[in-house]
């Protein structure tokens, strides 16, 4: 009985420090500007008028649909290109398949970051800056999403191929009509690993969007704190939790496939 | 790789004559590879007609490397253009005087390279890189690890308190950073507030350059809990639970089976994070952004922010590139460095 109340005292306590900083962002979004001058950790009442101010005063419905846009063609971006990969390092034995598989995993050491100034020039060329096609395309081959759909691959039996090719299924219907309807966990971790991922992205959306078109809504946070005054942090607030609503739902609602799929590739690889 | 040395394995288990049983379940798992090659032998009627054909074996196997590539275009084609060709695009730049919209004007050698080793800038940026590594990556793993062990007991409403751990993944760059510039804020800000109401004076946290890197490291370290919690929770769980059973009846207490089974266990997924967290704080460009913009004095700006400023601030490209080159050897160095101490140190199960 100790040992378990024990147990929730520390729980309660680390949720409490680790939660901290969201629950405070939450209810300094709720504050009167006098309150957040007062130092307050509680608002005196509920007030939205800081939601209100924030989404009249800056596009933050616009960047918010440009960031969900952005994430959800990368995510399936990925996953098309991912599964199609995995699919031939598991169901296509030719010649010369370990090569490429071993060059796939050597680009784990290339840190992406170390490559942006050509990249950054090649979506210059492409004429991509202010572009979907910039913000997306380049994020479409993820070789981690690659390994981790191979190892579900695997798990397929080798039986149910060759039965499907001697009832006629071609290699693409065995693609589309089993390997991926059979590999749904895996799919759903990574589509929703690549969608927090890339509604979280920074470096890039700073670099490739210069005018509000398809301004993401990280970049659109950047510029609110830039351009607005200390004495409007409730704003400011109101625009952070308008951001983490999405992506903290998405991960409390997701986060069983990703501990699973995620996990296994550190667990068991 | 694996079905590679199933086929091998039953070839070989075959021979040998091992018990029947391993045999038969090898020789399922091999299957696939031989009906490949089945399909050269002719065994079904739809691969025997092509067998008549002359030379149909080359043809096979060429139509086989043909689909190969199909489904392996997409992958090839886009890490070709958006990584490898940007590689080695940075070292080729590295040797030469790049103007800011990317036209090669020089070739000038090392000469970026011998600048980079004499510049007190890099150097102490280089300084302040390797002290954000050991700032953030102790702490980021000893406070997952402690988290993942007290949320691994199983109690009733267990499930909610996972979910807070593993929340800060789904916290954006931008967000964090934000949340945190104002906790940091030196008059409204609740960290100096708590501060002063005990008596303390307040810090200029992100101001003073002897706090700026530790308050950029403290924003990570919380960012980066929720990732490492997750992958350390799924470690513990996946410890045989028979071991603590049997370690139960031997008397062993708490600490006894946190010290001499789960820890020693996890060292496989521990360095794994390990490794993660450490490219993770080469790699820090958005908290810092955002929070310091690398200042004060330089005091913050590590290695990505420098190349960045650099780059696009100062469209110095070649200079840029001979530290994103910099960088590339940093990690390479870090993961073979880790992967050969890690593999003697860790316990596989």
Redesign the interface.
């Known amino acids: 009985m100790m040992r378990k109340l024990l147990f929730y005292f520390l729980l309660s306590v680390s949720a409490l420090l680790l939660f901290f900083p969201i629950l405070y962002a939450l209810s300094a979004s709720f504050m009167e500007p006098h309150e957040i001058y007062a130092g307050k950790l509680l608002p005196s009442s509920i007030s939205f008028d800081a939601y209100k101010e924030v989404f009249e005063s800056i596009p933050l419905m616009h960047y918010l649909m440009v960031s969900f846009w952005m994430s959800f063609i990368v995510m399936v971006g990925q996953l098309i290109v991912s599964s199609l990969s995995a699919f031939a390092f598991v169901f296509i034995p030719f010649k010369g398949r370990d090569l490429i598989f071993y060059l796939f995993l050597a680009t784990m050491l290339i840190p992406w970051e170390a490559t942006i100034i050509p990249n950054f020039l090649t979506i210059l060329n492409l004429g991509w800056v202010n572009t979907y096609q910039g913000l997306t395309v380049p994020f479409f081959a993820l070789p981690f999403g690659i390994f981790l759909l191979r190892q579900h691959f695997l798990t397929i039996p080798k039986e149910l191929w060759e039965s499907a090719q001697m009832d006629g299924c071609s290699r693409f219907r065995f693609y589309w009509k089993f390997a991926l309807p059979l590999s749904k966990s895996s799919l759903s971790a990574l589509g929703i690993y690549g969608f927090l991922t890339t509604w979280n992205m920074y470096l890039w959306p700073l670099l490739v969007t210069d005018s509000d078109k398809v301004r993401p809504v990280q970049i659109g946070l950047k510029m609110l704190i830039a351009n607005e005054s200390s004495s409007s942090w409730n704003m400011v607030m109101a625009a952070v939790i308008s951001i983490l609503l999405p992506t903290l739902l998405l991960l409390f609602i997701g986060l069983k496939w990703i501990r699973e799929g995620l996990t296994a590739g550190a667990i068991k690889g | 790789?694996?079905?590679?040395k199933h086929s091998q394995g039953s070839n070989q288990s075959l021979k040998k004559g091992t018990s029947s049983s391993t045999v038969l379940t090898k020789v399922?798992?091999a299957?696939?590879?031989n009906?490949?090659s089945a399909n050269k032998d002719g065994i079904?009627p739809?691969q025997s007609r092509q067998n008549k054909q002359p030379g149909s074996r080359y043809h096979s196997?060429s139509r086989?490397?043909m689909?190969?590539?199909v489904?392996?275009l997409?992958?090839?084609v886009?890490?070709g253009?958006?990584?490898?060709?940007?590689?080695a695009?940075?070292l080729y730049?590295s040797f030469f005087e790049v103007s800011g919209g990317?036209q090669v004007q020089e070739f000038v050698g090392l000469k970026h390279y011998r600048e980079l080793l004499h510049s007190t800038e890099f150097i102490k940026s280089m300084k302040a890189t390797l002290l954000f590594v050991l700032y953030t990556v102790p702490a980021e793993i000893i406070i997952s690890l402690?988290?993942a062990t007290?949320?691994s007991?199983k109690?009733k409403g267990?499930g909610f308190?996972?979910?807070?751990?593993?929340?800060?993944?789904?916290?954006?760059?931008?967000?964090?950073a934000?949340?945190?510039?104002?906790?940091f804020?030196p008059s409204?800000g609740?960290l100096n507030?708590i501060l002063e109401t005990i008596g303390i004076n307040p810090i200029e946290w992100l101001t003073n350059s002897k706090w700026a890197l530790f308050s950029v490291a403290m924003t990570t370290v919380?960012m980066h809990?929720g990732i490492n919690f997750?992958?350390l929770?799924?470690?513990i769980q996946?410890i045989d639970q028979e071991l603590y059973e049997s370690a139960q009846i031997d008397g062993a207490g708490y600490w006894a089976r946190l010290f001499k089974i789960t820890i020693p266990l996890l060292s496989p997924?521990l360095f794994?994070?390990t490794i993660i967290a450490v490219?993770g704080a080469?790699?820090t460009?958005?908290q810092i952004?955002?929070l310091t913009g690398g200042g004060p004095a330089g005091a913050t700006n590590i290695i990505?922010y420098s190349?960045?400023q650099n780059?696009?601030s100062y469209g110095n490209?070649g200079f840029?590139?001979a530290q994103?080159?910099v960088?590339?050897v940093l990690?390479?160095i870090v993961?073979v460095v880790q992967f050969y101490f890690g593999e003697k140190k860790v316990h596989y199960q």
């Open positions: 790789m694996q079905e590679k399922t798992h299957r696939p590879k009906s490949d079904r739809t196997q086989l490397f689909s190969g590539m489904y392996l997409p992958a090839l886009l890490l253009v958006f990584l490898f060709y940007p590689m695009k940075t730049f990317g402690f988290l007290i949320a007991e109690l267990i308190f996972r979910t807070i751990f593993s929340s800060t993944l789904g916290v954006s760059v931008a967000a964090g934000t949340i945190f510039l104002f906790l804020h409204l609740v507030v919380w809990i997750i992958i929770l799924a470690g996946n997924v794994f994070v490219i080469f790699q460009f958005g952004d955002i990505v190349i960045y780059a696009f490209f840029a590139s994103a080159i960088l590339f990690i390479l993961t």
